[in-house]
């Protein structure tokens, strides 16, 4: 047994045991929620996208939403565009929340990327949202989307786990 070799979780106890130390095991000595916190200051809104249309098409994205949550969009396209690639999403106004929605996104895509998406959930009151990406890929396009986006916690019974034991 050693010190916490670079002070993440020391405290008052610099000897302290994992939890459950028969079945889990940390060898970089970082607790999941810290690790987790690090990984949401790079990586929360980096999404991966793909659109196919001509006319009508289809879309379908991938996004780390941040706190270990993972967001899955499927959306059914009418416009103009073929397009993949990799971005981050930045959110301007209002929120894109699980269930139906509908919303015109632009894009342009030539190794770099750059777009902007307008749309809302199909809730009642619901505010409408806006974002924007910037990242990298190939195509471009300018489209209607009606979807569904559901976000699944990925780490949730990690995290309920390491709350407990605080």
């Known amino acids: 047994?050693?010190?916490d070799p670079i002070g993440l979780w020391g405290g008052n106890n610099v000897y302290r045991l994992g939890y459950?130390?028969?079945t889990w095991t940390d060898p970089l000595g970082l607790e999941g929620k810290i690790f987790l916190q690090k990984l949401d200051e790079k990586f929360?809104?980096?999404?991966v996208e793909?659109?196919?249309a001509l006319g009508f098409g289809f879309n379908g994205s991938l996004?780390?939403?941040g706190e270990g949550k993972l967001s899955c969009s499927i959306a059914l396209t009418a416009g103009a565009g073929a397009e993949i690639g990799v971005s981050k999403s930045v959110p301007l106004a209002g929120k894109k929340d699980?269930?139906?929605?509908?919303e015109v996104c632009g894009t342009a895509k030539f190794f770099g990327s750059g777009g902007a998406?307008?749309?809302?959930?199909?809730k009642k009151n619901q505010k409408p949202y806006t974002t924007t990406k910037i990242g990298g890929g190939l195509g471009g396009g300018v489209t209607a989307n009606i979807g569904y986006q559901k976000t699944f916690d990925l780490m949730g019974s990690a995290l309920q786990h390491t709350e407990k034991h605080q």
């Not at 929360?44 to 999404?47: K, S």
């Not at 699980?98 to 509908?102: I, R």
């Open 98 to 102: 699980d269930g139906f929605y509908s």
């Open 117 to 122: 998406c307008f749309g809302s959930t199909l």
């Open 63 to 65: 996004e780390y939403a």
């Open 44 to 47: 929360a809104g980096i999404n």
């Open 1 to 3: 047994m050693n010190q």
């Open 50 to 52: 793909g659109t196919i």
């Open 20 to 22: 459950a130390i028969q």
